[in-house]
């Protein structure tokens, strides 16, 4: 009599070997189609027919047995939520990410700068008292100097005068520059934070993205590979099936 255990052994590691570089299943796979050839070994070289008729029943039900284990750890396998990271539903919440996504949501919307003072806003409130102060004051200098009311009273004041509101316009500008250019500091500086504070939620958002994306790239990958493999082992089937057709027997 062959030695059906030996013949059956050797079979299954070579199956296994084999299955191993298909996939994940490949080895349990594989297993079944080496035990299914180490039994038809066994059965090439008996001689009894009762005994041949007996290693066919056997290689029908254990590769049936073993196949039927295959597909019920595939389903038990992909259907588990906690092998994988993605769900249907982080790719639902991808797709509506990159549909929704807008960059221009991210730039800062400002209203135009604007300015509305004038260098008179800036004239001291006094200045019609200091020029006729200082209209005074040199009146009175060029009576005590012996001028008096005439011309040289008078451009001596009108000198002094105007000398007076050219050092009142000259304040007045610089404090309308110095005014002027703080709003505008303020203005840009709030456009600045305006801006930074969006490129920080575009950042954010788009971390959200690639994390979103990452998981629907998961459950695709797991969809794809759970089709995969079911056409492993249906193929896996479909060859234990040809094999042991030869010998009259189905799965």
């Known amino acids: 009599m062959a030695n059906y255990a030996s013949s059956a052994l050797q079979g ?6 084999a299955g191993a570089a298909a996939g994940p ?8 189609l080496g035990l299914i050839g180490g039994i038809f070994s066994a059965y090439g070289e008996e001689e009894d027919e009762g005994r041949k008729r007996q290693l066919l029943a056997e290689a029908q039900e254990k590769f049936n047995l073993t196949q039927d284990q295959v597909d019920d750890l595939l389903e038990q396998y992909y259907e588990n939520p906690d092998n994988f990271l993605g769900t249907p539903e982080d790719v639902q919440a991808y797709r509506e990410y990159v549909q929704n996504y807008n960059p221009g949501d991210y730039v800062a919307d400002y209203e135009k700068f604007n300015y509305d003072k004038s260098v008179d806003d800036f004239v001291n409130p006094y200045y019609d008292k200091i020029i006729a102060d200082t209209s005074k004051r040199i009146q009175n200098s060029a009576a005590g100097a012996g001028v008096g009311r005439g011309t040289g009273a008078a451009n001596a004041i009108a000198q002094g005068v105007a000398e007076k509101e050219n050092e009142l316009y000259q304040t007045a500008l610089n404090q309308y520059n110095t005014d002027r250019a703080q709003t505008y500091s303020e203005w840009s500086g709030n456009i600045d934070k305006m801006q930074q504070r969006l490129n920080a939620l575009r950042a954010a958002t788009e971390t959200k993205g690639n994390n979103l994306g990452n998981l629907a790239q998961s459950y695709t990958d797991a969809q794809q590979n759970k089709f995969s493999d079911q056409i492993g082992a249906m193929q896996n089937r479909s060859n234990g099936n040809l094999q042991l057709a030869s010998m009259g027997l189905m799965i």
Do not use: N, S, V
């Open 12 to 17: 299954a590691a070579m199956g296994a070997g």
């Open 25 to 32: 299943w490949g080895a349990l796979a594989g297993g079944a």
